[in-house]
């Protein structure tokens, strides 16, 4: 198997495989960039090979089908875009029919037959009601992988049809494996583990060296003292490129070592409102139709204000 990490949910999942006695629906749940969802086609991989009894051969037609994303008997489901290529923020009830209708199907080269649903914890009601069906009456041979982040989201009787498989952050060692694999240049690779803090996935957009080095670039500016012409001009530049919440990460992070060394019980409360709001932006940015880089400047503005004061 390819996967770094995970090494009990791969020996579990091996097991099942090598006894042909697979749960029917597997949900696998933990925090964004753990692996989840590379796991879950490695495991759709593994049952729908022709040749291996545990993982994949990889090179049995099945799997040269899977790997060029033209295997008859695998479907993969997740919030679709829209016209304006932003993601819904829903998984709707018609994607759910048609994994349904993919269920109910013969498998064309064996009786196995994969759906991968991830993203499930953005199942809006209806669409989770109609999975149920799929989950309380299981096809032959079929096998339903669900991926999410927030497992409380899920309804829980979609939750108590599944097997629960909880993935954690990788360690140190195996984040630092899965980031030099991903491509990220030696140079990057320090403030990769320091952003993906177990979470490689979080930081794919590293393998790109324009994108990291701006990133580094970032890094270094929000452990200089405020200069808000360096800031605007590398707002202006790269706001719209990379990830809010990595930018939001590496400004709150010397103003985090801050915080901890406050005793004063008022200018602590004052400064973690003002991280919180920052934290906040992304998602009012994305609400409240807010103008990006002034915005952000005055959040960063008034931390800056708040963290003097203390």
């Not at 989201?153 to 360690?171: K, N």
């Not at 605007?232 to 010397?254: D, G, K, N, V």
């Not at 004052?270 to 009012?284: F, G, Q, T």
Request: overall charge neutral; glycine content about 4%.
């Amino acid at each position: 198997m390819k996967m770094i990490g995970h090494q009990a949910q791969q020996q579990q999942m091996a097991e099942q495989l090598k006894q042909d006695h697979m749960n029917h629906a597997i949900l696998l749940h933990g925090p964004k960039g753990v692996g989840k969802s590379l796991f879950a086609h490695e495991l759709a991989a593994a049952y729908l090979c022709e040749n291996s009894t545990t993982w994949a051969c990889g090179t049995c037609q099945s799997c040269h089908m899977l790997t060029g994303d033209a295997h008859p008997d695998f479907l993969s489901l997740g919030r679709a875009y829209n016209d304006k290529q932003v993601q819904n923020r829903d998984i709707n009830v018609a994607q759910v029919r048609e994994l349904g209708h993919f269920i109910g199907l013969t498998g064309t080269r064996s009786q196995h037959r994969v759906v991968i649903l991830d993203d499930a914890d953005h199942l809006n009601r209806q669409a989770a009601n109609a999975l149920l069906k799929g989950l309380e009456e299981p096809a032959q041979g079929c096998l339903i992988l669900l991926v999410c982040e927030k497992i409380q989201h899920l309804p829980i009787t979609v939750r108590s049809r599944c097997l629960l498989m909880p993935f954690s952050a990788l360690s140190t060692e195996d984040c630092l494996h899965v980031c030099q694999n991903m491509g990220i240049s030696k140079a990057y690779l320090d403030l990769a583990q320091k952003l993906a803090q177990g979470q490689p996935g979080k930081v794919i957009d590293m393998c790109q060296e324009k994108k990291a080095q701006a990133l580094l670039t970032l890094s270094q500016l929000s452990q200089k003292p405020l200069d808000m012409i360096a800031w605007q001009l590398w707002l202006e530049t790269h706001l719209s490129s990379l990830s809010h919440h990595m930018i939001i990460e590496l400004i709150c992070a010397p103003y985090l070592q801050n915080l901890q060394q406050l005793k004063n019980f008022e200018q602590h409360q004052e400064l973690s409102k003002a991280l919180w709001d920052m934290a906040c932006w992304p998602e009012r940015l994305r609400t409240h139709s807010l103008r990006p880089v002034p915005s952000l400047l005055a959040h960063l503005l008034h931390l800056e204000d708040v963290s003097h004061k203390a």
